[in-house]
């Protein structure tokens, strides 16, 4: 007859998957298309922007130098065009109206015109009055004795007979400068000179 021992239980033992224990895997995330592609550098946008906005500031700084007031501009069309209408020389040839004539009318003389006009640019054009009346046999270009040249300056923006880029200078064509010959240049020629080259 068979004996059996006293010994411990026999234990039977399950094996079970891995996968039963532990939690279910999230689902990986799809990477979207645009996470994929790489974005485009923020300097290229700079580098092309950087140009046009200096081209921007160029002209304005260009128009601040030449631009003048809405309101004095009116209003001095408006003396000159009355001082024109009621000039007894408009359509005569009789030289005793012409002797006689006010070619400054006195509403001229009423405006503050320190009110109108910078200092700068009545400094600009005392500059070229001197520079015409001074250096007669060169040509003075509006962009002499601008505010903060010294006399080294104001010498280099002058163009001489002399100069070997002379032609080159001349073909630029600027808008106006001072070239009247040099038995011309008096103190009242230069000042006519002075104010058209101010105002080009």
């Known amino acids: 007859m068979p004996q059996f021992s006293t010994g411990a239980a026999m234990r039977t033992s399950v094996v079970a998957p891995r996968e039963a224990f532990s939690s279910p895997l999230k689902p990986k995330k799809r990477l979207s298309s645009t996470n994929s592609r790489p974005s485009p550098p923020l ?3 700079l580098l092309l922007c ?5 081209t921007f500031w160029r002209i304005w700084a260009e128009l601040a130098l030449v631009t003048f007031d809405n309101s ?22 009789n030289e005793t109206l012409l002797a006689n004539a006010t070619f ?6 009423e405006v503050d015109w320190r009110l109108h006009i910078k ?19 060169s040509i003075i270009p509006w962009t002499f004795g601008r505010v903060r040249q010294n006399e080294n300056a104001e010498l280099d923006e002058l163009v001489n007979r002399s100069d070997p880029n002379l032609l ?7 808008d106006v400068d001072i070239l009247l010959p040099d038995h011309l240049r ?12 101010k105002c080009k």
């Open 43 to 45: 300097l290229i946008p």
């Open 119 to 137: 200092v700068s640019d009545i400094l600009h054009e005392n500059a070229l009055h001197r520079g015409c009346v001074k250096h007669k046999s």
């Open 168 to 174: 080159d200078k001349l073909r630029k064509c600027p």
């Open 186 to 197: 008096s103190y009242g020629y230069c000042e006519d000179a002075a104010a058209y080259t």
């Open 104 to 109: 400054y009318p006195e509403e001229i003389f």
């Open 50 to 54: 950087a140009p046009l906005a200096l």
């Open 72 to 93: 004095t501009v009116n209003q001095v069309q408006r003396i000159l065009h009355a001082a024109e209408e009621a000039s007894p020389v408009l359509h005569s040839t």
